[in-house]
């Protein structure tokens, strides 16, 4: 703790911009690989994206705004290890409901945009509908290696080295209109891309300003892994009447897990109608939570001052993350009210745990 304090207090917070794009093109369905740079403390880097498009037909925005347009986005460290997997409305998503408001929206906030409600700038975050040739999507990404870069670094990665390599992965969707709006940006219309997205990054990182020797950096934050782990797809025993299960990832201190549950692939049911009840379940049989989808979504509501679409569904444990390695299996478990051919969930689980420990992974039964 004294470590980290002087560290905050002390060292000298850098943004640095990047290079660019090492591997791949930045086209729809194809993956691009960003390098960091090796230096200092990086508790996080951000993205910024335009998306040049050609719309002829007039689209209709998904309620996930332009964030579906990143199907995957990954961290990796200098030794192979994954922080953050999971896609661009995941990572938007834990960012808003760990900020308590929508990242990046100035006036309407309700997690989807309508018009030119953003604010005064219009290169910030941008989706427009209406007929034009050429014309521009905008949004940004924060990936967070710390904890919090202003009070809780853990997970914050130490890059002071002179080999070795650390990156961001970038996956783009394959087309930018499609029934699911958790996989498109526009959920009808005709829209093209109209040349190559452009991706502007920036490193943010500390640097101690007495070295870094054992005795200036935190070094149980260092050693700590601060994991998004996203993008669980899972399709699997989704029937009507019964109820379906998602495991919890092991050995590791949950701080959140958030799920989606994508109705017959084309998005939330209103007011949660397809889900009867949402238990946190241990052990197979000591439930610590019984929700309906709408206290669920009322808790949600409180928490961020606006509703996040439908399917949306949060369950918090910061105040005292649940940590796994004490029980043999934590789930949520749904009942399905409703499920047609499709049905999905996608889920995103928030934790830490320290570098080394041996991770069995996340199974979805």
Known sequence: MAARMALLSTGLPFTKLLPGISQGNPTLGQQVRIPLDRTGIVTGVTLMFQVPMNITVAATQSPFGPYPIVSNIQYVDFSGVTHV??????????????????????????????????????????????????????????????????????????????????????????????????????????????????????????????????????????STIYELQGNLFDNTNIVAGQPKYANWPNNRAILSASHFYDQAATGGTLNGTDITKITMLVNGNTNLRELTPALLRLQMRDMMGFDWPSGVYYLPSRTQPVTTQLFGNVQTKFDIATAGAGSYFQSLYESTYLSGTPLPGVIQQ
């Not at 990572?91 to 990242?103: C, D, Q």
């Not at 990665?157 to 990156?167: F, M, N, P, S, V």
């Not at 526009?186 to 943010?204: E, K, Q, Y």
């Not at 500390?206 to 005795?215: I, R, S």
């Open 85 to 222: 997997n999971c896609t661009g409305w995941q990572l938007h998503f834990l960012n808003s409901i760990k900020a308590g408001r929508s990242i990046g929206n100035s006036q309407k906030m309700a997690g989807y945009l309508t018009g030119s409600e953003t604010g005064v700038d219009t290169n910030l975050l941008a989706l427009p509908t209406a007929v034009a040739n050429p014309t521009s999507a905008y949004f940004t990404l924060y990936i967070p290696l710390a904890y919090n870069a202003r009070g809780d670094l853990r997970g914050a990665i130490l890059a002071q080295t002179d080999r070795g390599e650390h990156y961001v992965n970038v996956t783009f969707a394959n087309a930018l209109v499609g029934n699911d709006p958790f996989a498109a940006p526009f959920t009808a219309g005709t829209a093209v891309l109209a040349s190559n997205i452009v991706v502007t990054a920036f490193m943010h990182y500390l640097m101690p300003q007495g070295g870094v020797g054992p005795g200036n950096i935190p070094m149980i934050d260092l």
